[in-house]
């Protein structure tokens, strides 16, 4: 018999063995970690490392308009999508710290990959791009702040989040800034030529396209974030979604090829930030945040972002800073504020630490 310690003894009256302690002291930890893991976060007190993903978001975040806006005036929609998240994804892969994380979401949950690569790449881009290349940057930002609702409503019928009748107060909160504004604007814009407000009129219901996609994106990435982790799920949708928009820009090929020739340095400089700096790194956090808080939270506290692109507008675009404008920028961070307190979280349902 080996070195025994103390220790219960068997049905015989012999002591467990060193190596049979190691095992069962291993055993215990791994399921007092098991436990850690899964145990509900408390209602009083809010996942601080959650809510420091979401503020750098919100930074990165704020700035994809302006770069988009400079890029999509010189850039065709057609290939700008397929350049802006081929290169996020192959930047995100020396990254993944579990390759094989990767090519499971790829064997085990393909249908629900295309899916949400389909929303996240060429439809949203395509409505987002448009909307950013004829509306003004306030308007692209500001109109996201509808995308909770979306995501509110899709998490709900979906099944992935109880029903919170506490947070409604504050999504609608962040809707009615967004329709402050754009009364503002109906009221305000008098004086604008007609081509120039039937311009701000089609981007904004191209914004409502880009915001119903980009919150079935969120909603629907948000169990294979669970599943698979932040950096695979975000790498594997980037590299599917480009894959998507491969035959868009096959077919518009004719019309963007001319206007390569003619890009001036800045569009180029405003897409490599796009492609290797602002999406991955937003999008990385993003999903980081998901892992940690529910889909409508992650959606309502990113429209603190809007609010900062506003701001990037009056001083890059010397876009004109409205009360509208101001009034609509506080009511959404109020919404946000209202929607985060720690009383109206749900207690039911587990957390996945990152």
């Given at each position: ?15 467990p063995t ?28 809010p ?26 005036r ?30 499971r ?50 998490a ?7 029903l919170?009748l ?5 999504v609608?909160?962040?809707?009615a800034?967004?329709v402050?504004?754009?009364l503002?604007?109906l009221?305000e814009?008098?004086?604008v ?15 409502i396209?880009?915001?119903v ?18 950096l ?9 979604g ?13 019309g963007?090829?001319?206007m390569l020739?003619?890009?001036?340095s800045?569009?180029w400089?405003?897409l490599a930030?796009?492609?290797?700096l ?58 946000i ?6 009383a ?7 957390r996945?630490?990152?």
């Amino acid at each position: 018999m080996g070195i025994v310690v103390a220790g219960p003894r068997r049905a015989g009256g012999e002591r467990p063995t060193l190596l049979e302690e190691t095992w069962i002291e291993q055993g215990a930890k791994a399921h007092r970690e098991e436990r850690r893991r899964e145990a509900p976060v408390s209602p009083h007190w809010p996942d601080l490392r959650g809510y420091i993903y979401l503020s750098l978001m919100v930074l990165f975040g704020s700035t994809t308009s302006p770069f988009a806006m400079v890029a999509v005036r010189e850039l065709p929609v057609g290939i700008l999508p397929l350049l802006r998240f081929s290169f996020a994804g192959l930047c995100l892969i020396p990254f993944l710290s579990d390759r094989d994380a990767l090519w499971r979401l790829l064997r085990e949950d393909t249908r629900r990959l295309v899916l949400v690569a389909a929303f996240c790449v060429p439809i949203n881009q395509s409505f987002f791009l448009n909307a950013a290349r004829l509306g003004p940057n306030s308007h692209v930002g500001l109109f996201y702040a509808v995308c909770p609702l979306v995501v509110w409503i899709l998490a709900w019928v979906l099944g992935h989040e109880a029903l919170d009748l506490g947070r409604l107060w504050g999504v609608l909160a962040s809707i009615a800034g967004v329709v402050v504004i754009g009364l503002g604007n109906l009221w305000e814009g008098s004086g604008v030529l007609p081509a120039e407000s039937h311009s701000i009129m089609l981007a904004d219901l191209l914004l409502i396209g880009a915001v119903v996609s980009w919150g079935a994106y969120l909603t629907l990435s948000k169990p294979l974030v669970a599943r698979h982790g932040a950096l695979p799920v975000l790498a594997g949708t980037f590299l599917v979604g480009c894959l998507l928009e491969l035959p868009i820009a096959l077919i518009t090929l004719p019309g963007w090829l001319p206007m390569l020739a003619r890009a001036s340095s800045s569009a180029w400089i405003s897409l490599a930030i796009l492609a290797l700096l602002v999406t991955p790194l937003n999008l990385a956090l993003q999903n980081l945040s998901l892992r940690r808080l529910d889909a409508s939270q992650v959606a309502t506290f990113s429209n603190a972002a809007p609010v900062l692109t506003v701001v990037w507008g009056v001083w890059f675009f010397h876009e004109v800073l409205t009360p509208t404008l101001i009034i609509g920028g506080l009511m959404t961070l109020g919404g946000i504020f209202w929607t985060n307190l720690p009383a109206s979280r749900p207690t039911a349902g587990p957390r996945v630490a990152a």
